[in-house]
């Protein structure tokens, strides 16, 4: 189900910025799409979005907002020992308000959440916007230019999540999480052979799965730093490349070296799977062991062995009723043949006994020393070709030492280099722990993946054969296949043609930056570079939420403070020309010296009434001189928000101090 998700207003009361109450609706009670108002810096804008945030997220319960963090919200040279921030909802139709009061004495801050049956204490939003209403969520389209930049940090934002909560495919994971509750309730609830077993077992599998989840946790870790130091490792070396090739000279000496040591330790891998081949052949280790096989075979010919007749033949003469020979074979016939036949070989032991002297005739040959003489020989090839990948690395390192003296930068880079690799080689080493087959080890000394999923599969099928529920398990396993494998061509298909388009967009925004994205993780990963400009970045993020929000059947609002600020002037138009298409209501928190270029443009793609407001605090006389309608203002303590373009474009003032 579609849902729409509007802001009416919201109400502000002893806290840091100045009292204010705002309405975002027209007479007829639906919002204004695009609603801008202008603060100087120092009014408390960032104070007015913390505080949307933390109303729209629940976000005041968390270990964060400690009582430090909320008395350092309490009005300047003020008495009042409370506040609130009050802000009216409309979600699918149906007013709902949230209301954070603040207790400055004991820092402490209390929700209480309205709709349609009365008012609750705590933070308690309609179930089915939870998914919008949460942390993580709301900085989505409660934004400013930090995001902007965290969109394109792993360490901040799981753009990924949004994707799948927006175009709710992370209902297929939650679905997937209901059929493992379902299934832990089945297997708990069964009565159990052995009840003590059954607990023992249970117990076991939560361990083994604890224990997995830790390792692949590390492991997914230690590969992503090993990919950062890796593509770091690339971008060293390149810059090496560069430096060395400012003396044209060693540059090609330095060429020819690597490339040297590159043929030498293919010529090294070569000759080391040659020896190790051969010596997989006994008889080339020595000659004992080649004498010994030929005196086997001799045996088997002084003997006669094999025969050539078989078992088999003596046994289908005992069927027939005449023999060979023309005799009659009656019952007593018969059963000497079958009884003289155990003294033959069968037809598989001649093939068998037949291949050995022809395997040990062929390996052999002529001499029974040459095999050796032959390994022997490999082995001395092997020698040299390490001895001369050796004289190789020395030619290189001797050339990298000469590079170093004559080129500090380049010293340092190689220095860099090595640092890097021994970085490297210690990931390398960690991870390689995770591919141990060793299975003596317990579960808490077992490190190999692999080895802990087999655990985790025998311990699960152990527990499901004394619930009885080994049907039931298949049953699991094949739906969370098929629904896994559908939440991610879901997921790949909708982020693949979310990039394409948000691609489109920043090429018209920015067609000459050279800037794109190239995939969706945990965030906005860019094709060949890890950022941009402060511009670039709120370009780009404008690109990705416009993308993002229209693609969606949810309507949701969208606020944004300073949303052209850092962008070049000749960009500020196409922003502009963006915002009336991001969403069904739109509100931006400007400064006077962000208008230019970007609310003309807004208006002129605007077909609907935009809404004007001006807050700043009293004490301003010029400034509150020019209020001449007073029916367009209104007046608090400390505070004036007045309507309309005039006032708007009119008042110059970036900053409140």
């Not at 002037?569 to 970007?598: D, H, M, N, W, Y």
């Amino acid at each position: 189900m579609a849902s729409n998700f509007k802001i009416l207003g919201w109400k502000s009361e002893g806290l840091r910025c100045p009292d204010h109450n705002i309405s975002f609706t027209r007479g007829d009670s639906s919002v204004y799409e695009i609603s801008l108002i202008q603060m100087p810096n120092g009014t408390g804008k960032t104070t007015v979005l913390n505080l949307l945030r933390a109303a729209l997220s629940g976000s005041a319960y968390s270990e964060t907002w400690n009582a430090s963090k909320v008395r350092g919200l309490k009005k300047r040279n003020s008495d009042h020992n409370v506040g609130s921030f009050e802000v009216k909802l409309s979600l699918n139709d149906r007013p709902v308000t949230i209301i954070m009061q603040f207790d400055f004495d004991s820092g402490k801050v209390i929700y209480k959440t309205t709709r349609g049956e009365g008012q609750k204490t705590g933070f308690d939003p309609p179930s089915e916007f939870k998914r919008f209403l949460n942390e993580n969520f709301v900085n989505f389209f409660v934004f400013d230019g930090e995001l902007a930049q965290n969109l394109l940090d792993s360490n901040h934002t799981k753009a990924e999540k949004i994707v799948d909560d927006l175009f709710q495919i992370s209902t297929l994971l939650i679905l997937n999480n209901k059929i493992d509750e379902y299934w832990q309730k089945v297997t708990q609830d069964r009565t159990a052979k052995e009840w003590k077993g059954f607990k023992r077992r249970a117990s076991k599998l939560t361990n083994l799965k604890a224990r997995l989840e830790n390792l692949e946790k590390e492991q997914r870790n230690l590969n992503q730093r090993l990919e950062e130091e890796t593509e770091r490792l690339v971008a060293k070396e390149n810059i090496y490349k560069e430096e060395i090739k400012k003396g044209k000279n060693l540059n090609e000496r330095h060429i020819k070296a690597e490339t040297d040591v590159k043929e030498k330790e293919a010529a090294l891998t070569d000759q080391s799977k040659i020896v190790l081949d051969n010596m997989a052949d006994c008889y080339s280790l020595s000659d004992l062991f080649s004498t010994a096989l030929y005196n086997f075979k001799v045996s088997l010919d002084r003997v006669k062995l094999p025969e050539s007749a078989a078992r088999e033949f003596f046994e289908e003469l005992a069927e027939e009723d005449v023999c060979v020979c023309d005799r009659p074979i009656d019952e007593n016939i018969r059963k000497v043949i079958l009884e003289k036949s155990i003294q033959y070989l069968g037809s598989d032991d001649v093939s068998l006994l037949n291949a050995v002297k022809t395997a040990i005739t062929e390996a052999l040959g002529d001499s029974r020393t040459e095999p050796e003489k032959q390994l022997k020989a490999m082995i001395e090839s092997l020698s040299e070709a390490s001895n001369n990948l050796l004289d190789a690395k020395n030619e290189l390192d001797e050339i990298k030492i000469e590079i170093a003296k004559e080129n500090p930068d380049a010293k340092k880079a190689q220095d860099e280099i090595e640092a890097k690799k021994i970085t490297i080689r210690d990931l390398e080493t960690q991870l390689e722990r995770f591919k141990s087959d060793d299975t003596s080890l317990n579960d808490e000394n077992t490190y190999g993946i692999e080895v802990l999923r087999k655990r985790v599969e025998e311990a699960e099928e152990k527990l499901a054969e004394i619930a009885n529920t080994m049907i039931l398990r298949y049953k699991r396993d094949r739906l969370q296949k098929i629904i896994t494998n559908a939440y991610q061509i879901a997921h790949d298909n909708i982020t693949n043609e979310i990039c394409s388009e948000a691609n489109d967009h920043i090429n018209d925004l920015m067609p000459y930056n050279d800037l794109s994205i190239d995939r969706i993780d945990s965030c906005l990963v860019l094709k060949g570079q890890t950022g941009g400009s402060t511009g670039e970045q709120l370009s780009i993020a404008y690109a990705f939420l416009s993308t993002l929000f229209n693609r969606s059947e949810h309507k949701l609002p969208f606020v944004v403070d300073s949303p052209a600020n850092p962008i070049d002037l000749e960009v500020r138009p196409k922003i502009g020309a963006i915002i009336p298409k991001l969403s069904e209501q739109f509100i931006a928190f400007t400064i006077s010296s962000e208008r230019s270029g970007f609310v003309d443009a807004i208006v002129q793609q605007s077909k609907m009434p935009i809404q004007f407001l001006t807050l700043f605090r009293k004490g301003r006389t010029k400034l509150e001189d020019k209020i001449t309608d007073t029916s367009l203002f209104n007046e608090t303590d400390d505070g004036f928000c007045i309507l309309g373009k005039d006032y708007f474009d009119d008042f110059q003032l970036d900053y409140e101090e």
